[in-house]
């Protein structure tokens, strides 16, 4: 089935502790971004990333740190997460370029930073 | 990035009803997507429309885009209780090849 996977689902932790939530695709896609949701501001682009080693900052990046080693692959990295990244976080892949392409959205990932 | 208003933000209907969601833009889009958030889920693809004017019709969801490719609007006939849910805009803009979306309405439906 194609799928975008993301884990974990829900996460809870303390300020200062790094964290990876990882995402992953199985349908070969080229282009692959991180969201973040929040009441009131809708859907924030974090990073995105073209190919393989390719990565760019979104509307967001402040706090966050990606990386694009295989192409299935795309964890979000929050080297020291702070309260104000208590969010919903969402990974989305697509063919090609995002403008022209349907994204495909993983599941989500609640975080919440204490 | 690419700015877009979306409106409204909430819009309460009663089951049987219509509902429209409309979204602007000052400047010349060139293309526009639209997005359907369930309760608890995740975005999930709609539609694109790319052509001036273009109208599209996916059983009783009608989308638009404006003859000036700066605005479009989604358009549901006769509400049920499974369109609950949000409803975003996206359009190209969020970094330099990223999309920026819509904040979405909020369509919640009364029985």
């Known amino acids: 089935e194609a799928q975008v996977t993301q884990n974990p689902r829900y996460l809870i932790t303390v300020t200062g502790k790094k964290l990876t939530v990882t995402c992953s695709q199985n349908m070969n896609h080229e282009y692959m971004s991180w969201y973040r949701q929040d009441p009131g501001l809708g859907l924030r682009q974090i990073y995105y990333?073209?190919?393989?080693?390719?990565?760019d900052k979104g509307d967001v990046p402040e706090g966050y740190k990606v990386s694009r080693k295989e192409k299935r692959n795309f964890p979000l990295i929050l080297e020291s997460p702070s309260p104000n990244q208590t969010s919903l976080y969402f990974c989305?892949?697509?063919?090609?370029?995002?403008?022209?392409?349907?994204?495909?959205f993983g599941p989500g990932t609640r975080l919440t930073v204490l | 990035g690419q700015q877009v208003m979306q409106i409204p933000q909430y819009q309460h209907v009663q089951e049987g009803e219509d509902f429209t969601t409309y979204c602007n833009s000052s400047t010349t889009l060139s293309n526009i997507q639209w997005y359907k958030q369930r309760p608890g889920g995740h975005p999930v693809f709609l539609i694109q429309?790319?052509?001036?004017?273009e109208v599209k019709k996916q059983k009783r969801l009608t989308f638009q885009f404006g003859e000036a490719k700066k605005n479009s609007s989604l358009h549901i006939t006769a509400t049920q209780t499974t369109d609950v849910g949000t409803y975003f805009c996206?359009?190209?803009?969020?970094?330099?090849?990223?999309?920026?979306f819509g904040k979405g309405t909020h369509l919640i439906i009364q029985p």
């Open positions: 429309l790319v052509k001036s004017g």
């Open positions: 989305a892949s697509s063919l090609g370029l995002a403008l022209t392409d349907t994204q495909y």
């Open positions: 990333s073209m190919n393989v080693e390719v990565t």
């Open positions: 996206a359009v190209a803009g969020g970094g330099a090849d990223g999309l920026t």
